[in-house]
């Protein structure tokens, strides 16, 4: 899921660190974007958990508790996947306005399933763990920015660790292991904290890279907030694992 911009900014050793103007409103326009999006998450999360007749189209509830997923809930969940990986090969060429639809379309729906978070979790926790998330982004995304150290060999190794990831959560989708369920939540705290520091040099090696061309920074700017919203999402997903109290 983190691949959306891979194809942009191959250059992190040649490019100049040091920090401009123009650097500085690209980026700014980055976390905008991510800001604005974890906002509409959020309201969407709110909606879908606590609106009966919206939380009723996406899952199911008895005496309070989260008993089930609704067909379209289920459809809702796995949205996000087939959008990013159908963007590989439908946006060969994407324009800001194509890049901009799909990481709306990718907010809306994640923000949609996050409902479920709220049925299974305290308010309390869930604030909480958004908070910490928050923070750990911050300071990694900081570090990633102003790091002198070319983060692209962990880059590669975190690509692969993702995948793994991906597959150990399949499998165990079929084991139900609590311990597997412990392991991998560990290990997708570690691979998204490390892809946020390195999805953030990689932005800058983009606008490096793009030259001023502000038609592809304005579809790098798109690209780059879904990079960093989907990191900070599934670290949310992955803390809430350990510091979620259960309903």
């Known amino acids: 899921m983190n691949d959306s911009y891979r194809g942009y900014g191959n250059v992190t050793g040649a490019m100049d660190m040091s920090v401009d103007a123009g650097l500085r409103s690209f980026m700014l326009g980055v976390y905008n974007k991510l800001g604005l999006g974890l906002l509409v998450s959020g309201l969407l999360a709110l909606a879908t958990a606590y609106v009966p007749a919206v939380q009723q189209l996406l899952f199911v509830v008895q005496g309070g508790q989260l008993v089930g997923v609704t067909p379209l809930g289920m459809i809702i969940q796995f949205l996000p996947l087939a959008l990013i990986f159908g963007s590989m090969f439908f946006m060969k060429n994407p324009t800001a306005s194509g890049s901009g639809l799909l990481y709306w379309a990718v907010v809306a729906s994640i923000g949609a399933s996050l409902g479920i978070v709220f049925l299974v979790y305290t308010s309390t926790s869930v604030a909480t763990t958004f908070f910490v998330t928050a923070a750990a982004f911050g300071g990694l995304s900081l570090w990633g920015y102003t790091t002198k150290r070319d983060l692209s060999g962990i880059g590669s190794f975190l690509i692969m660790g993702l995948i793994g990831l991906i597959i150990a959560m399949i499998v165990n989708i079929f084991l139900q292991s609590e311990m597997m369920a412990f392991v991998i939540s560990a290990i997708g705290v570690l691979i998204f904290s490390g892809l946020i520091a390195f999805d ?21 700017t798109n690209f780059g907030a879904l990079s960093l919203y989907i990191n900070f999402i599934n670290l949310f997903q992955f803390l809430l694992m350990f510091l979620g109290a259960r309903e």
């Not at 953030?200 to 790098?220: F, H, I, N, P, S």
Request: no cysteine.
């Open 200 to 220: 953030t040099q990689r932005l800058k090696a983009t606008y490096y890279a793009l030259g001023g061309d502000q038609a592809q920074m304005a579809v790098a």
